[in-house]
Nanobody, 111 residues
Framework: QVQVVESGGGLVQPGGSLRLTCAVS????????TRWYRQAPGNQREWIAS???????NYADSVKGRFTISRDNAKRLVFLQMDSLNSEDTAVYYC?????WGQGTQVTVSS
């Protein structure tokens, strides 16, 4: 059963924006903290942002000031607003909570 689903990826020009969405299944009873990771070709998966149920947020230096993580607890959604994108942001983006991972969504930044 799919428990975490990412969406919102796509192709965007440098300097552009995208908003990713992570939908968490009701089978995960208490997603206390949700994290976004990304993995570029040939690279290890890297953590980029996290948010607790009380909305405490934390960011990797590589995205701080450009990305914003937020959540809608009632709808069981977590968002990643990505601004000022550049080619180094090209990767598959993953959402994870309570040990469950989604399938990822591709973000490509290119002119």
């Amino acid at each position: 059963q799919v428990q975490v689903v990412e969406s919102g990826g796509g192709l965007v020009q440098p300097g552009g924006s995208l908003r990713l969405t992570c939908a968490v299944s009701e089978t995960i009873k208490y997603p206390a903290i949700t994290r976004w990771y990304r993995q570029a070709p040939g690279n290890q998966r890297e953590w980029i942002a996290s948010i607790t149920v009380s909305n405490y947020t934390n960011y990797a230096d590589s995205v701080k000031g450009r990305f914003t993580i937020s959540r809608d607890n009632a709808k069981r959604l977590v968002f990643l607003q990505m601004d000022s994108l550049n080619s180094e942001d090209t990767a598959v983006y993953y959402c994870t909570t309570e040990g469950k991972w989604g399938q990822g969504t591709q973000v490509t930044v290119s002119s």
